[in-house]
Structure formats: structure tokens, C-alpha cells
């Protein structure tokens, strides 16, 4: 990507990687074990969901493959660009400016026939810079626009307690949904997936 282009908002930088040891606990909420961190916040949790830490200080290399988990649930939730992380509302008509890469891999349909997604939003003066330089947007890419977003899922790693209560992982990148409480108890959040309102093909 070229220097004169911004860091994507969304990606990882490489002073941001930090390790907090894993475990399951009991939790009287749940009436049984969930995971958590050795030294657990109430902000750890939304939804139910452990979620993955990472650092906010934004420096050091870039690592545009890696996608950073609060700030992506930031973007899903409040309607920020995941280039620039200004708004990514249209103020013309309210809805969402999307673009999504190659769609029959990131953009899918539930049983109700709701699109869904893990993919953030981009604002519609980010479209044309992203399509100039992402190698993931040259070969096919739609632009969308949507009413509305629900949370819907997560990305996440799952996990199961050990005899001694340490975390073993059985599932890498597993698609939870928001009401398979059972499963979120052992899962570690990666990214925030929503359902789409309305969603248009953007002429």
C-alpha cells in the first residue's frame, strides 16, 4: 500500500499484540464455568462473549491482514469507516456506505435471508482510495449501501476447559451466533457480525 495512502483504522499495528493467559472460571451468572482472563474486567465482556484483548496505542508496523478487534466491533457499532474512522453514513439519505471483496466469501445469508457480515464499513470518499490500493479489492468488489445494522454473530476461537480449568482450544475461527449462549461461554471474540437492513448494490 503506498505511504501517501492512511493506515487502514481497522488493522492491527504491531506494537498493539499483547498476551493475557486464558482460563475458565466460575461464573455465577452462567451457573457454571466460562472463559475469561486471569485477571477479568466486566468490560471484557459484550453479548455475553469474551473478547479479545489487543493494545490502542497504534504504532509500530502495520499488519493489514489482521483485522484489530475493538476497533472493527467500534466501526460495526457506531457506523465508522474502517479506512479514515470517520462516519461512513451517507448524510444525503442515512444509510451505510459498504464495500465488500470478493462477496460470495464475505458477504452470506442466514435463514430468515438476512445478509451478513464481518466486513466493516467504508465510507464513500474511502471507496475509490480502497479500490485503488487494497490487492484484495482489484478483482471483485460491491459497493453497498444499508439502512441499518443488527449484531448478529461473532468470529471467534473456542475453547474448553482442562481438568485444572486451563483453556484448550477446539475450534479457530468458528461463527457463533449471538444466541448460542451455551457456545459463547467458550469462545473468545474475534470480530462482531452483523445483519444488514435494506442492503443495495450501489449503482
Given at each position: 500500500?503506498?505511504p501517501?495512502?492512511?493506515?487502514?483504522?481497522i488493522?492491527?499495528?504491531?506494537?498493539?499484540?499483547?498476551?493475557?493467559?486464558?482460563?475458565?472460571?466460575?461464573?455465577?451468572?452462567?451457573?457454571?464455568?466460562?472463559?475469561?482472563?486471569?485477571?477479568?474486567?466486566p468490560?471484557?465482556?459484550?453479548?455475553?462473549?469474551?473478547?479479545?484483548?489487543?493494545?490502542?496505542?497504534?504504532?509500530?508496523?502495520?499488519?493489514?491482514?489482521?483485522?484489530?478487534?475493538?476497533?472493527?466491533?467500534?466501526?460495526?457499532?457506531?457506523?465508522?469507516?474502517?479506512?479514515?474512522k470517520?462516519?461512513?453514513?451517507?448524510?444525503?439519505?442515512?444509510?451505510?456506505?459498504?464495500?465488500?471483496?470478493?462477496?460470495?466469501?464475505?458477504?452470506?445469508?442466514?435463514?430468515?435471508?438476512?445478509?451478513?457480515?464481518?466486513?466493516?464499513?467504508?465510507?464513500?470518499?474511502?471507496?475509490?482510495?480502497?479500490?485503488?490500493?487494497?490487492?484484495?479489492?482489484?478483482?471483485?468488489?460491491?459497493?453497498?449501501?444499508?439502512?441499518?445494522?443488527?449484531?448478529?454473530?461473532?468470529?471467534?476461537?473456542?475453547?474448553?476447559?482442562?481438568?485444572?480449568?486451563?483453556?484448550?482450544?477446539?475450534a479457530?475461527?468458528?461463527?457463533?451466533?449471538?444466541?448460542?449462549?451455551?457456545?459463547?461461554?467458550?469462545?473468545?471474540?474475534?470480530?462482531?457480525?452483523?445483519?444488514?437492513?435494506?442492503?443495495?448494490?450501489?449503482?
Amino acid at each position: 500500500m503506498s505511504p501517501r495512502v492512511p493506515i487502514p483504522y481497522i488493522n492491527v499495528r504491531a506494537d498493539e499484540h499483547v498476551r493475557h493467559p486464558l482460563e475458565f472460571q466460575w461464573s455465577d451468572e452462567h451457573r457454571g464455568l466460562r472463559l475469561s482472563y486471569k485477571d477479568p474486567v466486566p468490560q471484557d465482556w459484550m453479548y455475553g462473549v469474551l473478547w479479545t484483548r489487543q493494545g490502542m496505542v497504534s504504532t509500530g508496523r502495520p499488519e493489514y491482514r489482521t483485522v484489530h478487534t475493538a476497533r472493527q466491533r467500534r466501526c460495526m457499532l457506531q457506523s465508522l469507516c474502517q479506512v479514515c474512522k470517520h462516519s461512513a453514513v451517507d448524510p444525503e439519505n442515512g444509510r451505510i456506505w459498504w464495500l465488500f471483496p470478493t462477496p460470495e466469501r464475505y458477504l452470506f445469508t442466514n435463514a430468515l435471508g438476512e445478509y451478513y457480515s464481518h466486513i466493516a464499513p467504508t465510507c464513500q470518499t474511502c471507496i475509490p482510495i480502497s479500490l485503488a490500493h487494497c490487492p484484495h479489492l482489484r478483482e471483485e468488489a460491491v459497493s453497498c449501501t444499508v439502512a441499518g445494522v443488527e449484531p448478529y454473530a461473532v468470529h471467534a476461537d473456542v475453547y474448553q476447559p482442562r481438568p485444572d480449568q486451563s483453556a484448550e482450544l477446539i475450534a479457530r475461527d468458528a461463527l457463533v451466533q449471538l444466541e448460542q449462549f451455551q457456545v459463547l461461554g467458550s469462545a473468545l471474540a474475534k470480530q462482531l457480525v452483523v445483519a444488514f437492513v435494506d442492503l443495495r448494490v450501489s449503482p
